[in-house]
């Protein structure tokens, strides 16, 4: 019954994507179908399911909230693509197929990372949107996304991982970097939610605490799996983080640690939801899934 309810909204969040891409025009055809290329190719779409089960659990309006979980998809799809770029880490593939910048080339990928970033906040700040959800509500939720995604968020995070190839940095550095890169925009969804949805004080706390626990958890999963994965599965290169030198979770701790302290992390995202007085059955089935992933 949970994974029908997961599979039913990652359909919801795959349509309403899809229908919020440019049309086709000849002008920028190539840039619009370096956008679907890579918004519509899979993803595990868990920022737009933290977005909308963190609505649906504080009371709110889960079809309303739809725009706004295509949104964070959408900056999440950016991040992926210059995260690709030979300039970043240079991958070659994404999401089971050649990276965008290997299809399109680097600038039309360059561009279409920012025209995905751009096309979040225009589908959050629509007369649409804003009428689903009230302005207050709809411009809170914009202002959580815009803080997670830029200089004190993932974009923060980004350059810290890219000065720090080739050194090793301490557990604490490791950690904050780790929390902005990835951690930010998965609490900025589970944030986003609540506020969609009016929750108050205490759920919003409890959200938090979910929502960073799983989100470094997140990354030291996916770090593990850079080095135990395999890429048919992942869709993506593994020993990658080795290739460009990175300090991560697996080099500084070991795997064995890496594992455990991953653990301990959903453990405590689990505790968290205690906070909530029911309905969070998927949030914990979640972190427990994440953890254990293979991709
Ligand atoms: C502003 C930008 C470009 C942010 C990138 C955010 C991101 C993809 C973090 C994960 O990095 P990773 O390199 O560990 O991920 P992966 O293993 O998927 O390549
Ligand atoms: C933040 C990181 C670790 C990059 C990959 O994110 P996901 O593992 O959520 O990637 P998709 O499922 O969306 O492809």
Known sequence: MLNQQVNETVEL???KLEE????QDIMQA???NAMRYSLLSGGKRIRPLLLLEFCRICGGDVHAALPFACAIEMAHTYSLIHDDLPCMDDDDMRRGRPSNHKVFGEDTALLAGDALLTLAFETMLSEESVRLVG???AVAAAGILAHAAGAYGMVGGQVVDLMSEGRVISLKT????DENKTGALILAAAK???VLAGANESQLKAAENYAKAIGLAFQIVDDILDVTGDSETLGKPVGSDDENSKCTYVTLMGLDNAKI???ELTDAAVRALEGFESGTEVLSQLARE???RDK
């Open 13 to 15: 969040v795959d349509r």
């Open 20 to 23: 919020y891409l440019p049309q």
């Open 30 to 32: 190539d840039l619009i």
């Open 135 to 137: 302005a207050e509500r």
């Open 174 to 177: 490791l950690q904050e970097m």
């Open 192 to 194: 986003m939610g609540c």
């Open 261 to 263: 302290k991953a653990l």
């Open 290 to 292: 994440l953890v254990s």
